[in-house]
């Protein structure tokens, strides 16, 4: 049995702005087992649209998780998920997510996995 406490993994800073990662178990790539993460987005961060090449379930621990579906990052559009809700984002799904305050989530996902941005700059 393995157990993690927020407060002591090791955070990856993966954007500019001060959103971080931590793989908590499994692999990324394997289409069996998948893995599941802790993903710390600051207050005021918003990733634009993307999709990712397997699903996801997300379970909000903290905060308030904004995601807002298609192509065209509107903000208006994005729907608020409270502590306690949980996310389903199916693979391929165009979407896009933020915060106003500090939200931190827990998530379990399927790969192989890629993050991929409707711009092209990934």
């Not at 998948?34 to 999709?51: I, N, Q, V």
């Not at 559009?77 to 949980?86: E, G, L």
């Not at 984002?89 to 896009?96: G, T």
Request: overall charge negative; aromatic content about 12%.
């Amino acid at each position: 049995m393995r157990s993690f406490d927020v407060e002591k993994v090791e955070w990856q800073e993966i954007s500019p702005d001060g959103t971080c990662y931590t793989l908590l178990e499994g692999d990324k790539q394997d289409p069996v087992g998948g893995f599941s993460y802790f993903l710390k987005l600051p207050p005021g961060a918003w990733d634009r649209p993307h999709w990712h090449t397997g699903p996801a379930r997300l379970l909000v621990l903290r905060g308030v998780l904004m995601p807002g579906l298609g192509a065209d990052f509107e903000r208006a559009k994005a729907s608020p998920y409270a502590a306690s809700s949980i996310v389903h984002v199916p693979a391929n799904e165009v979407h896009f997510d933020g915060c106003d305050t500090e939200t931190l989530v827990f998530g379990v996902a399927q790969g192989p996995w890629s993050t991929l941005y409707v711009n092209g700059d990934n």
